[in-house]
């Protein structure tokens, strides 16, 4: 796809504008402020993309939140050789508009000292931009529902915003669920950014970290649905995450927090999701099978008035949106949408299982 590039100015932002024969895509710069004891804003880097028929007053649009080492390149991945793979474009084209953002101190947003970006921080940023969303800061839309996509560590901040705000219509973790393996943490996958030769002249403090080289392979995809060429694109491409954001992450996984979560909740899983799937610290394994057996394991962890649904992507890793069969998520993400958020009646994909209700009231 060939991709136009145009500056202008959108709401007193500077904003970089991608075509496509359908779906534009604007990057736009969002204010934040991520603690109210510190009062200091930065600067959100994003991409909304839609096609001109969900730029209206109430439409939907999910809010695209990726995970630890990456960035919004995770949603609108272009390979070396060219090659893109982009969720958010291709859900955009299914008709649900989306904003896909670099986290603080990842890819284009503001880098500011590691040990303010906690979890509670993220959540706070994700709340701010679900209100821009909503009185029309991004785009000059007022969008009337909003779905929080998190991916791996973004997901636990979709619980977390949530949770402490109230304020989505549905929410989508995808990469995953109350579980994490054992043999993730004995993986020991992380070191300081300022050893690692892509980082190292970046000026950024002992607090952020990286992956160790070489580790993505092992650790997010998996055969037969792993991509050579992305592999290798991926680990050129990773970013940084705060040590505190997984410090406060991590433990929340784990936790029944979520007992207060009463919007609908869709868990979308690779069968061989490496983080999630197995034996894992709760001393139980996580069995990834089949969607109603995630659900089944997922159902304690939310409220009897909660509706909750799982999809299993078959074969694919930790990275969904990178695997050979991407767009079966996709698929499922946007069917999940119009069915428990716009209430459009639709099929359930096959590799789907869901539930208006809790699974325990049956």
């Known amino acids: ?15 970089t504008v991608h ?8 990057r736009v710069g969002v204010p934040v402020v991520p603690s109210t004891e510190q009062n200091v804003s930065y600067t959100i880097s994003g991409e909304l993309c839609a096609t001109p028929a969900e730029l ?18 995770y949603w609108d991945f272009v390979r070396m050789d060219g090659l893109e793979y982009s969720y958010a474009r291709d859900v955009a084209q299914r008709g649900i508009a989306t904003f896909a953002y670099d986290a603080l101190g990842s890819g284009s947003s503001s880098h500011p000292p590691s040990d303010r970006l906690t979890l509670q921080a993220a959540a706070r940023v994700a709340h701010q931009i679900v209100q821009c969303l909503r009185n029309g800061g991004i785009g000059g839309v007022q969008f009337g529902k909003v779905i929080p996509v998190g991916h791996s560590l973004g997901s636990v901040v979709v619980w977390q915003e949530a949770i402490t705000y109230g ?5 989508i973790v995808t990469g995953a669920a109350h579980s994490l393996t054992t043999r993730f943490l004995n993986a020991n996958p992380f070191y300081p950014a300022s050893n690692d030769p892509a980082f190292s002249g970046m000026g950024l403090d002992a607090g952020y970290l990286t992956t160790t080289p070489g580790i993505r392979a092992s650790l997010f995809y998996n055969d037969p649905q ?3 060429v992305g592999i290798l694109s991926n680990e050129a491409l990773k ?22 979560i009463n919007v609908p909740v869709l868990t979308i899983l690779g069968s061989a999701d490496l983080l999630t799937c197995g034996a894992n610290t709760q001393g139980a394994v996580f069995d990834c099978s089949s969607a109603a057996v995630v659900v089944a394991q997922e159902a304690p962890f939310y409220s009897r008035q909660t509706a909750v649904g799982a999809c299993v992507i078959p074969d694919s890793g930790h990275n969904i949106s990178l695997s050979q069969n991407r767009h079966l998520q996709v698929e499922d993400a946007v069917a999940w949408s119009n069915a428990f958020v716009n209430q459009v009646a639709g099929y359930v994909p096959a590799n789907c299982r869901y539930y208006k209700e809790n699974p325990n009231d049956l």
Do not use: K
């Not at 075509?19 to 604007?26: D, G, K, M, P």
């Not at 209206?56 to 390149?73: E, K, R």
């Not at 304020?167 to 929410?171: A, K, R």
């Open 167 to 171: 304020d989505v219509d549905g929410l």
């Open 226 to 228: 792993s991509d050579p």
């Open 1 to 15: 796809m060939n991709r136009l590039v145009f500056i202008g100015a959108m709401l007193g932002s500077f904003v």
């Open 19 to 26: 075509a496509s024969t359908e779906v534009t895509c604007w």
């Open 56 to 73: 209206v007053p109430g439409a939907t649009v999910q809010l695209l939140i990726h995970g630890a080492t990456f960035n919004y390149d």
């Open 239 to 260: 970013d940084v995450v705060p040590a505190i954001a997984l410090t406060t992450g991590l433990p929340f996984v784990t936790s029944t927090a979520t007992l207060a």
